[in-house]
């Protein structure tokens, strides 16, 4: 989206004012859908910096996600950037990947169209 949506911005300010992990939604960016749940920045990068830290060949790589930085926020320090998906599955036919769900970082720009809640996978 040339001009992000004011309550998809509204939506991420309030997962990062809240501290919630549990705002669900769903969206659609470049052609592909992500379902699963919101999570604050900072719970974001601190869930991936522990699963790098544990790896032989990208454990140096988690020291990006914890070190000093500049969160996903406009230059001014204003409205979100970016959403910051935990536990979410990309969608592909009736099936989501990976089984396990995920860390995605979508930037909201990118986003095209969305809703709230995710979506649930059955083998039925």
């Known amino acids: 989206m040339s001009n992000p949506d004011e309550l998809l911005i509204g939506i991420a300010a309030m997962v ?3 501290k919630s992990t549990q705002m669900s939604l ?8 992500i379902t699963g749940r919101l999570a604050p920045e900072d719970v ?8 790098l830290v544990d790896s032989d060949q990208l454990g140096p790589f988690s020291g990006i996600f ?3 930085r500049e969160q996903g926020r406009s230059g001014d320090g204003g409205a979100p950037t970016h959403l910051h ?3 979410a599955r990309i969608l592909q ?3 989501g990947i990976p089984e396990t769900g995920g ?3 979508v930037a909201i720009q990118d986003v095209t169209a969305w ?7 059955s083998d039925h």
């Open 16 to 18: 990062e004012a809240e």
């Open 26 to 33: 769903t969206v659609v960016s470049g052609g592909t859908v």
């Open 44 to 51: 974001w990068r601190q869930r991936v910096a522990e699963v």
């Open 66 to 68: 914890t070190g000093s």
């Open 85 to 87: 998906f935990h536990v």
């Open 93 to 95: 036919g009736s099936m």
């Open 103 to 105: 860390m995605y970082r």
């Open 115 to 121: 809703t709230v809640g995710d979506f649930s996978y």
